[in-house]
């Protein structure tokens, strides 16, 4: 529950983020704030997943490819999941980017 309930910005990144200051500001080329996150559910064959609501309507403040999203949580400066998109997508700064909607999976324990 804490992706639904504290995540609270996403962004695109020009690599794979390992730390909530890499994907905020070593890497960021963009972000979302107000970020929908759904709460758990099942997930096929095995685990749980949570499902990130589309965005339409995201800030580029760099130019580069974006490769990955991060998401985090503000407020406890942590963050939470990195996700590789399915292909680089160029961006340039001031434009706005969009992704559909997409899930992040949890698998069970070990």
Do not use: M, W
């Not at 972000?31 to 749980?48: C, E, I, Q, W």
């Not at 949580?73 to 963050?79: C, H, K, P, Y």
């Amino acid at each position: 529950t804490v992706l639904d309930t504290e995540a609270n910005r996403l962004d695109i990144c020009s690599a794979a983020p390992t730390t909530y200051t890499e994907a905020t500001s070593t890497y960021t080329l963009g972000n979302k704030t107000s970020l929908s996150v759904g709460a758990p559910a099942d997930r096929s064959p095995s685990g749980r997943k949570v499902t990130v609501a589309a965005i339409t309507d995201g800030t580029v403040t760099g130019t580069d490819d974006a490769t990955h999203v991060a998401v985090v949580d503000t407020v406890n400066s942590r963050l939470l999941a990195v996700q590789e998109l399915t292909a680089p997508q160029a961006v340039t700064s001031g434009n706005t980017f969009t992704l559909p909607a997409f899930d992040i999976g949890i698998p069970d324990p070990a």
